[in-house]
């Protein structure tokens, strides 16, 4: 994986250093620049050596004949199958790298006049790249289809247009302007949706949009995965297994070690499973594992997955969560400033303590991301599975359990029937707007085309389009990336989604949550592993929100002043909307509160940066009249 920075204006190359600056991080083992010598643009890359790690694979990467130039941040699955393809076809591809193979791809397809969106579909995996056209003068930026690396562009000064893999990166080339237009978003997802930032003139990249630059103008497209299910005889459970396990192997295939993430869930067990099955068959030791530790024994997964770990014969390494209020804000600002935008799910401070701790002991590790968004694993999908069977029942008894009685009920039993109460199209905004507070007016952001299937089908859906690559996939790449640690995801393989999506999201559900996902994995996990409830890897929001109030605004009233400053809520209510969060522990008002003060502490970072932006340009315009003054002043015998 690596940080990518470039700029389509002349004389960029000191802006586009800086920003390679501050993608260290993302790329530890090395630097590369390029520069048109045309004039323009400047591609440059900070590397994270994971395959080849010979000269040959430093980026930039410029192919035989010259003409194209390619900065690229990812792996793709199978690259070495790939690559040996090519040669036998007859393409020179100059070193082992993932990047080398997309190189010859997108060289290919353009060379003959193609649409470079269809080949880039052939290729699973995760990538961003910026591919320069030497001859056509035609910048191209690529995203994957899942949406799983990330990259921002901002058009600038005479049409021309900057990107980077971060937004903090990005503002080392051109200025903010930051964009309160998408608080309501923000509340309802607690992450802002592409193709929006949280910055007016940022943009960032949907997942599989590819867009093309020319002399100032802009050309969008779509890739478009090319995998389609065929079921080889009639096994679906032989087939899925199969797929995760090639999967698996694919993500394992790297030059550094490899770990993998390990917590009691099933998504998680499934790929240390297969990884440890795939390490034996090569003669090498199972990956390490790495779970986070909670003090709260109803949180904790820990026996969970010493009992996994055991039973697969693999490594595992306890991470403590952290619990202290300094360590909360501290891990917290670091999780906004990676992200550079208002982010409000509360275990991207998990994420980012584990990021930290796995990086120490190897560079690239699994995860199970994307398995309850490919095979219902979220409570709300068996809720939209039955919402036809509630809607048959009286209006009157339907109303009467959305009120007092719902109070009474498990959280998810009440969001149910509150959400409810209306057609498909209110359960559906209901069910998924993550925002307690109905006076801030959330809104969801939902694709125009998302109708196909039933409600299940389309809560599925809209997961997978839009939460996954905005929430999971986000955090598990900033946060690792924070430490120079990459996170690869085998179950969002192509051929995996492939056969996750042949099946009916009513179907993952019959016989209980993830039936299919279950059923390929079951003869490798040890007797009652997934009877087990799901746990989840969420921290005790209602705690941290009151410590972490406490630690940056003192006493209740003052918290709760600063909270709700300008927002139009009574104060007797906002009070109520407090010691509810933090007293009675209701989770949904917590979790928007949460949201809030992670709000204000971004408009702390953007106030904070803005004063830094005026002294740099303070000290630049005193520098410059010291200049001219020590120049007029400057003795002639001294010229």
Not at 198 to 211: D, M, S, V, Y
Request: overall charge neutral; some cysteine.
């Amino acid at each position: 994986m690596c940080g990518l920075a470039g700029a389509t204006a002349s004389g960029e190359q000191p802006r586009v250093h800086a920003a390679l600056n501050a993608l260290v991080h993302r790329g530890p083992d090395g630097e590369g620049c390029w520069s048109d010598p045309a004039g323009g643009v400047t591609l440059g890359v900070r590397r994270l050596i994971t395959t080849d790690p010979g000269a040959a694979a430093n980026q930039p990467l410029i192919s035989p004949d010259g003409r194209f130039v390619l900065a690229f941040n990812g792996y793709i699955a199978g690259h070495r199958r790939r690559i040996l393809s090519l040669r036998e076809k007859g393409s020179v591809v100059e070193s082992d790298s993932d990047a080398a193979l997309v190189l010859a791809v997108l060289g290919n397809a353009l060379r003959d006049g193609g649409d470079p969106a269809k080949p880039l579909g052939d290729l699973s995996g995760q990538y961003a790249f910026a591919l320069w056209d030497c001859a056509l003068r035609q910048l191209w930026l690529g995203r994957d289809p899942v949406g799983i690396k990330p990259l921002y562009f901002a058009g600038y000064g005479s049409g021309n247009v900057a990107f980077v893999s971060e937004i903090a990166a990005l503002r080392c080339i051109v200025p903010a302007m930051p964009d309160q237009n998408v608080f309501p978003h923000y509340l309802a997802h607690l992450f802002v949706p592409a193709p929006a930032t949280g910055f007016a003139n940022i943009r960032q990249l949907r997942p599989g949009e590819l867009i093309c630059w020319q002399d100032g103008t802009f050309d969008s497209r779509v890739i478009q995965p090319t995998a389609c299910h065929q079921v080889r005889g009639d096994n679906i459970v032989a087939d899925l297994r199969g797929a995760i396990r090639q999967s698996v192997a694919d993500a394992m295939d790297a030059d550094r070690d490899v770990g993998l993430l390990l917590s009691g869930g099933m998504d998680s067990g499934a790929i240390a499973a297969m990884a440890s099955d795939v390490a034996r068959e090569r003669g090498q030791k199972p990956p390490p594992g790495f779970v986070m530790q909670f003090r709260d024994a109803g949180m904790d997964e820990t026996p969970r997955a010493r009992q996994l770990a055991k039973h697969l014969g693999t490594e595992l390494h306890v991470v403590v969560a952290p619990d202290g209020p300094e360590e909360i804000l501290a891990h917290l600002n670091d999780g906004l400033r990676a992200f550079g935008s208002p982010f409000g799910n509360p275990s991207v401070v998990l994420m980012q303590a584990l990021g930290a701790a796995v990086s120490r002991h190897v560079p690239i590790c699994l995860a199970g991301d994307g398995g309850d968004e490919l095979f219902g694993g979220y409570p709300r999908y068996q809720a939209a599975a039955i919402f036809g069977a509630w809607q048959s029942v009286p209006g009157f008894i339907r109303r009467k359990m959305a009120g007092n009685i719902a109070r009474l009920l498990p959280r998810g039993g009440a969001r149910f029937v509150r959400g409810g109460q209306g057609d498909a199209q209110r359960a559906f905004q209901y069910w998924n707007d993550r925002c307690g507070l109905a006076e801030l007016g959330a809104r969801l952001v939902v694709p125009e085309d998302l109708s196909e299937g039933d409600l299940c089908d389309q809560m599925m859906a809209f997961d997978r389009r839009v939460t996954l690559p905005g929430n999971q996939l986000a955090m598990s790449d900033r946060c690792g990336m924070a430490y120079g640690l990459e996170c690869r995801v085998p179950l969002l393989g192509h051929e995996v989604m492939a056969i996750a999506k042949s099946v009916l999201a009513q179907g993952h559900l019959r016989g209980g949550a993830k039936s299919l996902l279950r059923a390929a994995i079951a003869p490798m996990m040890p007797d009652g592993h997934l009877s087990s409830a799901k746990v989840g890897f969420n921290p005790p929001v209602a705690d941290w929100l009151a410590k972490l109030g406490g630690l940056l605004w003192g006493r209740e009233a003052r918290i709760i002043e600063m909270l709700f400053a300008d927002l139009p809520i009574r104060d007797r209510t906002r009070q109520d909307y407090w010691r509810r969060a933090t007293r009675h522990g209701e989770q949904d008002m917590a979790l928007g509160l949460w949201a809030l003060i992670v709000w204000r502490i971004w408009q702390m970072h953007l106030a904070t940066d803005r004063r830094a932006e005026i002294m740099r340009a303070k000290g630049s315009v005193d520098g410059s009249i010291k200049a001219v003054v020590q120049e007029k002043t400057v003795p002639k015998a001294a010229i």
